[in-house]
């Protein structure tokens, strides 16, 4: 019975990771590169589009070269423990975050693609609701990126 018992929560576990989602990335817009919209569910953060006021937040912007604001940013994700750096490229950044419970999995990138401002995306993979864990990440992010940007 434990045997089962302790199966059954792996099992529950592992099903909340889910896979790595196929649209995210840098594409090309009508207005230029942009990152993919935030779905209908109110469990995503995007800095690019405007006009999704349930989904907008303000991009970061910063007065260091592009190079360093790249570095700043991948040290924040690498300093983070529930945080994985899986991609980078020179106008891109995508992490993966973990949560310590249930080990749901969210994705978060990052678009250096224009001057001085860092677009960026934080998306739940499962689920409707995150219970405002992308806004407080993004929120620590910013923080911790503008204290180095003086």
């Known amino acids: ?18 896979e790595r989602p196929n649209n995210i990335g840098i594409t ?28 907008y937040v303000e991009p970061l912007q910063y007065k260091m070269p592009k190079e360093q604001a790249k570095k700043l940013i991948s040290s924040i994700i ?14 891109y950044i995508y992490a993966e975050y973990t949560s310590s ?4 999995v969210d ?19 499962l689920g409707k609701k995150d219970f405002g864990v992308n806004s407080k990440r993004i929120e620590e992010i910013k923080f911790r990126f503008y204290q180095n940007d003086m």
Not at 107 to 125: G, L
């Open 1 to 18: 019975m434990k045997l089962l018992y302790i199966f059954t929560v792996i099992s529950i576990l592992n099903s909340c990771q889910s």
């Open 28 to 55: 090309d817009g009508p207005k230029g590169k942009v990152l993919t919209k935030c779905p209908q569910t109110p469990n995503c953060l995007s800095s690019h589009y405007i006009e999704d006021k349930e989904h």
């Open 101 to 104: 419970v249930f080990k749901f």
């Open 78 to 91: 690498i300093k983070t423990s529930s945080a994985q750096l899986i991609k980078e490229s020179p106008d």
């Open 107 to 125: 994705d978060v990138e990052f678009d250096f693609s224009q001057n001085n401002i860092i677009h960026f995306r934080s998306a739940s993979r």
